[in-house]
């Protein structure tokens, strides 16, 4: 059965300003990351397989510390300081996850476990890897058991992350899960009791909590109750450019790759844990999509305890530009976040796109700014604000929103245990 949600008046979590403007705050680009075309040098593929060695054999009673990253020097300044990290995973990292690590100067890159050395040398050029050490999957424990390691970034899909962020909290590594731990409800708490019971911090990719604009929306509606009570919320959020099908076939579908993070808004903005009910209708306009049993155009809509309505309208369409729209009504007026434009243009039906904005671009901020808490967890400065009980429910309702749409009916919440392992039988 689904616990009784927590009072919808209590704030889900604390949240610091975000002085986006900030000089101190601004990321400092490192070297350019595009490989060299000299010549003379050799080429990137070629440097990925110099630097990739098997993990040694352990012999009785022997550490297990691992070699130094080997491939010649690093670039100065890049691996001499900073929390080390290790990235498992590259082929669904975020783009912007990617601009954080090659920018931010309070960490360096130590190892990439990754099979495919194309992916790796797609996402990163070999410059910027000249001083990280590249390791097949099965070497694994080479970066993991390497105490100059704090934290590992993972990129897995989440049917295969939850066993790779256990292995990595028992080596004593703060863990940043870039995508869900699991969509599994028991395997994905399993790991941030994991997390608790080793003292390492476990940080979901919640990314849009982070998000500047939508963070002053919330102190606006929650700290200062500049809405009076809410009344009704809806989003749009619409994909550009569509994720590949290949991606899509891992990440879990719409509900759990999209949705889920606008449940985490609403349930930020309103403060509810869990809606009442859920109701979702959904279609796949895309031939690809139908042949996965999953949708690519939701429309969701909830009622929670307090009274609020809620209407999220999520897409994997979006021909020219993504769509990223938030609106609170409440009984002392509205707020609205609309689509962030530099030209201050307003496009309508017109055949030339006039601002194209991607996904990545439009969320630079705020997974810059998740990459950075991460950091403040792996140095004890800050707790993770995304908790276990929050991710849970999360989850759920993005379960719930599912479940209804596949049955065509309602789910009360109040009433109903929800089968959230029900996606995992569905798109594989």
């Given amino acids: 059965m689904v616990p009784t949600p927590p009072s919808y008046h209590k704030p889900l979590v604390p949240h610091h300003p975000i ?67 290790a990235l498992f995973g590259v082929g669904l990292v975020n783009k912007a996850l990617f601009q954080s690590l090659m920018e931010e100067n309070g960490c360096c890159l130590l190892y990439v476990v990754e099979d495919q050395l194309e992916e ?39 049917e295969e992350a939850s066993e790779m962020v256990i292995d990595a909290l028992r080596a004593g590594k703060g863990v940043f899960c870039e995508r869900l731990p699991s969509f599994d409800r028991q395997t994905a708490e399993a790991c941030f009791d994991e997390a608790d019971r080793c003292g390492r911090p476990l940080v979901c990719g919640f990314y849009k909590r982070f998000d500047p604009a939508l963070q002053f929306l919330y102190k606006k509606v929650r700290d200062s109750q500049a809405l009076g009570r809410i009344h009704r919320i809806s989003t749009i959020s619409s994909t550009y450019p569509a994720a590949s099908l290949s991606f899509l076939k891992t990440s879990g579908g719409i509900f759990y790759n999209a949705a889920v993070h606008d449940i985490d808004i609403i349930s930020l903005l309103l403060g509810e844990s869990a809606p009442d009910t859920i109701f979702s209708l959904g279609h796949a ?40 729209r938030l609106e609170v009504h409440g009984s002392q007026g509205t707020l609205r976040v609309d689509n962030q434009n530099p030209l201050g243009i307003t496009e309508h039906g017109t055949s030339v796109s006039i601002y194209s904005q991607t996904q ?69």
């Fill in 19 to 85: 002085a986006a403007s900030s000089p101190a705050n601004a990321a400092t680009p490192r070297e350019d990351p595009t490989p060299s075309t000299s010549a003379s040098r050799p080429s990137a593929l070629a440097a990925f397989h110099m630097r990739i060695a098997p993990a040694p054999s352990k012999q009785p009673g022997q550490s297990g510390a691992a070699p130094e990253a080997s491939g010649g020097l690093a670039p100065a300044g890049q691996h001499s300081s900073g929390v080390g990290l």
């Fill in 120 to 158: 790796v040398e797609r996402a990163f050029g070999a410059e910027f890897l000249a001083g990280t050490r590249v390791l097949r999957q099965q070497d694994a424990d080479v970066a993991l058991s390497d105490q100059r390691v704090s934290g590992a970034i993972i990129c897995s899909p989440p």
């Fill in 285 to 324: 306009f895309c031939a690809d999509m139908a042949y996965l049993k999953d949708a690519d155009t939701v429309a969701v809509s909830m009622k929670f305890p307090s009274g609020a309505i809620v209407t999220l309208d999520v897409s994997q369409h979006c021909t020219k530009s993504c769509d990223q």
């Fill in 360 to 428: 990545a671009d439009r969320y630079r901020d705020a997974h810059r700014e998740l990459f950075r808490h991460f950091l403040r967890t792996l140095k004890g400065k800050e707790s993770p604000v995304i908790t276990k009980e929050q991710f849970l429910w999360t989850i759920q309702v993005a379960a719930a929103a599912e479940q209804s749409w596949r049955n065509g009916s309602a789910v009360d919440l109040r009433n109903e245990a929800i089968d959230s392992s029900v996606i995992k039988t569905e798109i594989m």
